[in-house]
């Protein structure tokens, strides 16, 4: 299936070519329930952190763009300031969080975007899913009736765990979820402790994905 090109961003287009190239050209990537991938309207996708391949891996499963919460200090290197929002990058202090990050991720959902979120924060150091941050559960809690597609990434860390800058070529599997059930009284919960429950069964959803066909 062609890639559709973006007239008002050929950055991302050309971008997401020659990543999604490179990817399957170096990697045995198996995608498991690919049938299940949310490719029209809004939808929030949620999944695990091994790698810095991450991004790209999920990137490149959808059909049409997809936007991404990055770090805020990735945006620190003149050319990396420039080129970030050409790839739907949208910046999120992770330790203080402001209301206009929020607002922003909020926004670009209810517009009819897809978002990727990585719930745990940052990757994982030991090549297991651990539990999300309350962040996840703030974002979701404003986004009632949105689908919250999960996916999980096995064998990314393989490729290239936290503690390494060395790249190994290793099978990776990526397993799409059905859109995680939330009735309206979990998403109308407030404070902490409420958020980190959501974001608990957005993980266990997660862990729940098979990583064998």
Known sequence: MPIPFDEANPIYHITRTVC???????FPIKILHQERLIEEGPCVVVANHQSFLDPPLVGTLYHNPIYFLARKTLFDPPFMKQFMPFSHS?????????????????RTVRNGNRLLIF????????NQIHDAMPGI???LSKLSNIPVQPIRIEG???CLPIHSSRLRFR?????VGDPIQFSPEELKVKGREAHLAIGRKV????????IEA
């Not at 719930?119 to 030991?126: H, K, M, N, V, W």
């Not at 993980?203 to 098979?210: C, E, F, N």
């Open 20 to 26: 999604r190239s490179a990817l399957h050209a170096f």
């Open 90 to 106: 949208i910046p999120v202090d992770q330790d203080n969080p402001n209301p206009s990050s929020i607002l922003q991720v909020i």
């Open 119 to 126: 719930p745990e924060g940052t990757r994982c150091s030991d």
């Open 137 to 139: 559960g703030l974002i």
């Open 156 to 158: 990314a860390y393989d």
């Open 171 to 175: 099978p990776i599997t990526l397993s």
């Open 203 to 210: 993980m266990d959803a997660i862990r729940a994905l098979p």
